[in-house]
């Protein structure tokens, strides 16, 4: 998938349904079930992002090449909002931008385009997944996130990544709202 996005277009057809496709009756087949089951599997366990070399280092060009092309792709086929939540959730795993940001411009770039909604959401998401099975700690954890995010976004907003900023930003206060709840509850509630 992260060199082919005709394959990541096939991968995610067989797992989600086209928005100009209508709405089947029909019960899919064992067979069509098992496909689809694996095929989203393996989108979760997806975590090269697009124009990664084998020897570690990063091809912004491939990258926003890759990505043009399934954004065209994906338009014509009605597989657009999936297929950037998809993307989204890969693009956590970029590796740091050697001038000091802690993601690659290049995929900071495409997170704060005007139309990437869907992927900033997809990013987020996969931010909130990456965490794991937590415990309680009457919302130390949660605040300490939430200042991680916050300095995230601080960069990026230096940057003029503004709206990625605010997608950080929107997180880091449900991580202290999530902390404020945390501390106001026994740890031995339901």
């Given at each position: ?22 709405r089947r009756e029909a019960t899919p087949t064992e ?24 020897d570690g280092a990063f091809d912004d060009t491939i ?128």
């Amino acid at each position: 998938m992260v060199d082919d996005p005709d394959f990541f277009c096939e991968v995610l057809a067989l797992v989600f349904r086209s928005d100009k496709e209508e709405r089947r009756e029909a019960t899919p087949t064992e067979t069509e079930v098992a496909i689809a089951t694996n095929a989203f599997r393996l989108f979760r366990a997806w975590k090269t992002v697009p124009g990664s070399k084998p020897d570690g280092a990063f091809d912004d060009t491939i990258f926003a090449g890759w990505l043009a092309e399934l954004k065209k792709r994906t338009q014509e086929s009605g597989h657009h909002r999936v297929a950037m939540s998809q993307i989204g959730q890969v693009l956590p795993y970029a590796p740091v931008d050697p001038n000091g940001l802690w993601i690659r411009e290049a995929v900071a770039n495409a997170l704060n385009a005007k139309d990437a909604a869907e992927m900033r959401s997809g990013f987020t998401c996969e931010l909130v997944n990456m965490r794991g099975v937590f415990s309680y700690t009457a919302g130390k954890e949660e605040r300490e996130i939430a200042a991680r995010y916050n300095t995230k976004a601080e960069a990026l907003e230096q940057k003029g990544f503004h709206r990625f900023a605010t997608a950080l930003r929107e997180l880091a206060k449900r991580y202290e709202q999530d902390a404020e709840r945390e501390a106001s509850r026994s740890p031995f509630e339901d």
